[in-house]
């Protein structure tokens, strides 16, 4: 499975953005894809994931009622969106892959990433 992230960018506090991360190669009819972060100096942090076909969505407690998690394309093409960003949401976001049905928040878990996209908030 090969992942392509796109969306990054810098913005000012209180911006959006839209992550796009699209999936190829894959041959599950069931499988999950995620959101991770790391800012520099700092661990890699689940954010949200979302399972194909039932559209299931888990996110972290940080990301509540900010961030979006969607999907379509029969889950190869997987959105999320951030809304009024701070400048600690600064980091590299990656999109991670999964196949099977077992929804997952530890990096540790996921088998496919992609190579990440810069968001840079400025203040």
């Known amino acids: 499975v090969q992942l392509v992230e796109s969306g990054g960018g810098s913005v000012q506090t209180g911006g959006s953005l839209s992550l796009s991360c699209v999936a190829s190669?894959?041959?599950?009819?069931?499988?999950?894809t995620g959101w991770f972060r790391q800012a520099p100096g700092k661990d890699r942090e689940f954010v949200a994931t979302?399972?194909?076909?039932?559209?299931?969505?888990v996110y972290a407690d940080s990301a509540k009622g900010r961030f979006t998690i969607t999907t379509e394309n029969d889950g190869n093409t997987v959105t999320l969106q951030i809304a009024n960003l701070k400048p600690e949401d600064t980091a590299v976001y990656y999109c991670?892959?999964?196949?099977?049905?077992?929804?997952?928040?530890?990096?540790?878990?996921?088998?496919?990433w992609g190579q990440g996209t810069q968001v840079t908030v400025s203040s």
């Open positions: 991670a892959a999964l196949d099977g049905p077992i929804v997952a928040t530890v990096a540790s878990d996921y088998d496919y």
């Open positions: 190669g894959r041959t599950f009819a069931s499988h999950i």
């Open positions: 979302i399972r194909w076909p039932d559209r299931k969505e």
